[in-house]
């Protein structure tokens, strides 16, 4: 069984709807990150929590916004969704301690039009 | 903030070949570096990493990496490549605070491409 769960795998939208992603993770971890990646420009931090009343903003989150709702979930949440938020999403975990290794989800590919 | 530079976007070579990617950083406080790497379709997979101690950090799949702190640099290293080592290839660095840290920087990424 995978550590770390993505729903939906894939999604398409259009521009104006509201959409969800959705992170579980069994590692037990504390941490947990949301990140987007575009071509030729690697991967953005967009929010990361330390645990579940620990939310900080990442480099790029205008227009999302996320909720910790159990340790083991964090979910990523598009308001308005808008074209230029087409993109790969992963989620990651990692531990309290120690030195921040992150492990990854599969991601979330979401189109918007 | 720190930030993390790739000098190759694309890297084509044959099957054999040996291998270096750059990596250079840039935050003038402790750190640790990572290299992650993503097959076509897949999501990233931690290669290696380093925390302290040795600088010359040995991963999985024959990889390694030599963090050279007067020189900011974190280059990832395979002596021969086989062409399953296909894949994108992204160095990461996240900034130490004794108590934790935040997400992690990445560069923009390698496409590596070996040729049979």
């Known amino acids: 069984d995978a550590d770390v769960t993505q729903t939906p795998r894939n999604r398409i939208t259009k521009t104006g709807k509201r959409i969800m992603l959705e992170c579980s993770q069994t590692k037990g971890h504390d941490r947990m990150y949301w990140y987007r990646q575009d071509p030729g420009l690697g991967l953005r931090l967009i929010y990361y929590?330390?645990?579940?009343?620990?939310?900080n903003k990442g480099e790029i989150s205008d227009g999302y916004s996320v909720s910790r709702q159990a340790q083991a979930k964090f979910s990523l949440s598009l308001e308005s969704a808008i074209p230029n938020q087409t993109a790969l999403y992963f989620c990651?975990?990692?531990?309290?301690?120690?030195?921040?290794?992150?492990?990854f989800g599969p991601g979330t590919r979401l189109t918007v039009l | 903030a720190q930030s993390v530079s790739q000098h190759n976007h694309h890297v084509i070579l044959s099957e054999a070949a040996s291998l270096e990617l750059g990596c250079n950083y840039s935050?003038?406080?402790?750190?640790?570096l990572f290299w992650y790497v993503q097959y076509p379709g897949q999501h990233l997979q931690l290669l290696l990493k380093y925390f302290s101690g040795d600088p010359l950090v040995k991963g999985i799949k024959g990889f390694e990496a030599e963090f050279i702190k007067s020189k900011f640099s974190f280059n990832l290293r395979k002596p021969s490549v086989q062409w399953s080592d296909t894949a994108e290839y992204f160095c990461a660095v996240s900034a130490y605070s004794g108590g934790g840290a935040d997400g992690l920087t990445f560069g923009k990424g390698t496409h590596l491409i070996i040729q049979p």
């Open positions: 935050y003038g406080g402790t750190v640790n």
């Open positions: 990651a975990t990692s531990s309290s301690g120690g030195a921040n290794e992150q492990f």
């Open positions: 929590s330390f645990d579940v009343k620990d939310i």
